[in-house]
């Protein structure tokens, strides 16, 4: 079964601490692999969309990198207001226009 | 800048009563989705529409619920005979046409069954 995997669950920064989330998946055909950030009783806000290993994308202090098993968001001298749970989302091949998430990194950024 | 919009925002109903939900998609998106999200989970995946055809329905959605989008345009899911694990965050999403094309979320619509 077609699966996505996030971690850690939570993780607690001081701003200006850079650190990295994790996203790995079970591969049956990835078509596209994509970064949201949601904020709490709002939507999720879209950030990246990966759709190939080696491929990067930056956004401010944000850069999501993909391998052929995993997808790292990376995050450079992060602020409070970079608090938030940040979800992975994969779109399989087999699996029409539907997205798999995983359950979600919440970070906290303590100033 | 028009986004997706859902209406309502909050619904509190009594279990067993029937509610239906709307989400207006961006304009020129032809894709529209449904999804659940609970407390501390990521969104799971309902139904998703390309224009007014319903193209997949996840084994989630119980005959209880029904979703339409009639012209190709706005969205409507009802859920029948709430019940209370039906409390959950409905968010609905739409892309457009393409086959890698990005789903952008509404804001989402609360519901919580007493």
């Known amino acids: ?111 | 800048d028009t986004g997706v919009s859902q209406d309502p925002r909050h619904k509190i109903t009594k279990r067993g009563q029937n509610v239906t939900f709307r989400c207006d998609p961006i304009s020129e998106h032809n894709r529209l989705y449904w999804y659940r999200q609970t407390l501390g989970q990521g969104p799971e995946f309902l139904t998703y529409f390309q224009n007014e055809a319903q193209l997949e329905k996840s084994r989630l959605l119980s005959d209880r619920f029904s979703a339409e989008r009639p012209k190709g345009s706005f969205s409507t899911l009802e859920i029948q005979r709430t019940e209370q694990g039906d409390s959950a965050m409905y968010l609905c999403a739409s892309s457009a046409p393409g086959q890698t094309t990005s789903q952008y979320f509404g804001p989402g619509t609360r519901l919580t069954v007493t």
């Not at chain 1, 956004?59 to 990198?65: I, N, Y």
């Open chain 1, 1 to 111: 079964e077609d699966q996505v995997t996030q971690s850690p669950e939570a993780l607690r920064l001081q701003e200006g601490e850079s650190s990295s989330l994790n996203c790995s998946y079970t591969v049956s055909g990835l078509r596209g692999l994509f970064w949201y950030r949601q904020d709490p009783g709002k939507g999720p806000e879209f950030l990246f969309t990966l759709y190939s290993a080696g491929e990067e994308k930056e956004k401010e202090r944000l850069k999501a990198t993909l391998t052929k098993k995993e997808s790292f968001l990376h995050i450079t001298a992060p602020k409070p207001e970079d608090s938030a749970t940040y979800l992975c989302a994969v779109r399989f091949y087999n699996q029409g226009g539907k997205l798999i998430f995983g359950q979600g990194t919440e970070l906290s950024v303590k100033p």
